[in-house]
Nanobody
Framework: QVQLVESGGGLVQPGGSLRLSCATSGFTFRYYHMSWYRQAPGKERELVATITSTGAGTNYADSVKGRFTISRDNAKNTGYLQMNSLKPEDTAVYYC????????WGQGTQVTVSS
């Protein structure tokens, strides 16, 4: 059974940091590219960051460049999103996605940035 389980979300003040994790099972994680998406209330889901299967390549949305870092540990079948200098507009449900010949999604974790 394929599972992607996000964790690490929560409430944080502007300027703060959070580290999201995406623990996977049921498929060969190291063969899959991984991405983080987010969806704010009333908005479409948007791509935040992507990392290649080996971790050699990364890409970021302009809105998070320089603040967010995507990474992965293939030995642990887990991906990460380090989020620094958080802003209220980063508030959203964050989802991880694994892509190769199939696409798998996690259930999401809420991130709220507010004072």
């Amino acid at each position: 059974q394929v599972q992607l389980v996000e964790s690490g979300g929560g409430l944080v003040q502007p300027g703060g940091s959070l580290r999201l994790s995406c623990a996977t099972s049921g498929f060969t994680f190291r063969y899959y590219h991984m991405s983080w998406y987010r969806q704010a209330p009333g908005k479409e889901r948007e791509l935040v960051a992507t990392i290649t299967s080996t971790g050699a390549g990364t890409n970021y949305a302009d809105s998070v460049k320089g603040r967010f870092t995507i990474s992965r540990d293939n030995a642990k079948n887990t991906g990460y999103l380090q989020m620094n200098s958080l802003k209220p507009e980063d508030t959203a449900v964050y989802y991880c996605k694994a892509t190769r010949n199939r696409v798998y999604w996690g259930q999401g974790t809420q991130v709220t940035v507010s004072s």
